[in-house]
């Protein structure tokens, strides 16, 4: 810990923070996808479950953009060591993104059952498999890979890299890590959704929070002992940490009946517990390997140079705060809560605005024109 600079700390507690942050947002984003098929029992409630959360998806799954270029730019040994071993994890969490993202735009594009129920269960698996996948990569971080030192035949630079197979990261230990993140984001979605929604939807969702609850208390709670009794010694930040994410969790499970928002903190809190707990058990280290501990990649040994990373301290200084900014209006636009009534001649968020904006207007919300309902 001795050898880590100050420079250093910060840039891995903002890449802990931005991979958090990520983590919340892009959270409740898996949990509504996951929910699309089971909860939507018609067109325009299907259509009000995506509006949920179709003006901001994209802006969420920008912190995962800038959690990975800030992990790029000032520990390139840890971006390199960890995409090229999780290569194949990493690709599969790509194409699930890629394939939800493309079903949030085109699901509306025809009016066709078959069409759009096809893309419902892009949307629903391409959730799954990245808040499946999430955890099992931030599982093996901490509980370790095979890593170790290795000399370049060429140029004869020694590197720390990756000699396990795809195979490798999907240990019992891992498995149960993706299996608690998928839980915790499924009822983060579904309290999302009894946030934003209305009416027999926002039952249904109510009803999902509540049955899945205990689930998302069990399953982290089993994980986070897990990783609590394979420290030596046992550390109390990550101990703390860990027992605030699991109370957060069951507080959270039992305000989703009557008090959602309440319900909906209380899961940001544990996601920010949980995630901590597990950044805090992998400090100093960027990676642990399972062959040797004296083959542990450090952060310091990660690390970029000192120019660099503060280059890089300026640059976020002036544009974090921008960003922030822009995405706390965004979510203040489309705050409204919505339901399967409000989509009759609405098929953008905009058009839900200009309906919204006539309701506030007295003139009950009905376009001159109405376009047809798709």
């Avoid at 891995?12 to 923070?17: K, M, P, T």
């Avoid at 898996?30 to 949920?52: P, Q, S, W, Y």
């Avoid at 078959?114 to 099992?136: D, H, K, N, Q, T």
């Avoid at 705050?335 to 309906?355: H, I, M, N, S, Y």
Wanted: proline share 4%.
């Amino acid at each position: 810990m001795e050898d880590v600079t100050t420079l250093q700390l910060v840039w891995f507690l903002l890449i802990s923070v931005l991979w958090i942050g990520y983590f919340i947002l892009e959270g409740f984003d898996f949990g509504v996808g996951m929910l699309i098929k089971l909860l939507g029992r018609d067109n325009n409630e299907k259509r009000a479950i995506l509006h949920t959360i179709g003006p901001v998806w994209d802006g969420n799954e920008v912190w995962l953009i800038v959690a990975g270029g800030a992990t790029f730019a000032a520990f390139p040994e840890w971006y390199a060591t960890l995409f090229s071993g999780f290569y194949i994890a990493l690709f599969a969490i790509l194409v699930a993104l890629i394939v939800r993202n493309v079903g949030f735009e085109l699901w509306g594009k025809r009016d066709s059952k078959a069409w759009r129920s096809g893309w419902e269960w892009c949307i629903a698996l391409g959730s799954l498999v990245p808040a499946l996948l999430w955890g099992v990569a931030w599982a093996n971080l901490i509980g370790g890979v095979p890593i170790e030192t290795v000399q370049n035949a060429a140029s004869g630079r020694e590197s720390i890299e990756y000699v396990g197979s795809f195979f490798d990261l999907l240990k019992p230990y891992a498995l149960l890590g993706g299996l608690a993140t998928l839980a915790i984001f499924f009822t983060h979605g579904a309290l999302f959704l009894e946030m934003k929604t209305k009416g027999g939807l926002r039952d249904r969702a109510r009803k999902v929070a509540v049955r899945s609850a205990p689930a998302a208390v069990i399953l982290p709670a089993a994980f986070l002992i897990w990783t609590i009794a394979r420290q030596d010694p046992t550390g109390i930040e990550s101990l703390i940490f860990a027992v605030v994410a699991i109370v957060a969790l069951a507080v959270g499970g039992a305000l989703a009946k009557g008090s959602p928002g309440k319900a909906f903190a209380s899961t940001v809190i544990a996601i920010i517990a949980f995630f901590t707990a597990l950044f805090t058990d992998l400090f100093p280290n960027a990676m642990v390997s399972s062959i040797d501990t004296a083959q542990n990649l450090t952060l310091s040994a990660a690390s970029s140079s000192n120019y660099t990373l503060t280059v890089m301290t300026v640059v976020a200084v002036l544009l974090v705060p921008v960003v922030l900014l822009y995405q706390a209006w965004t979510y203040w636009v489309f705050r409204q809560r919505v339901g399967a009534e409000d989509f009759d001649g609405v098929k953008t968020p905009l058009d839900l605005l200009d309906k919204k904006k006539r309701e506030a207007d007295g003139d009950g919300g009905k376009p001159a024109d109405s376009p047809p309902v798709a």
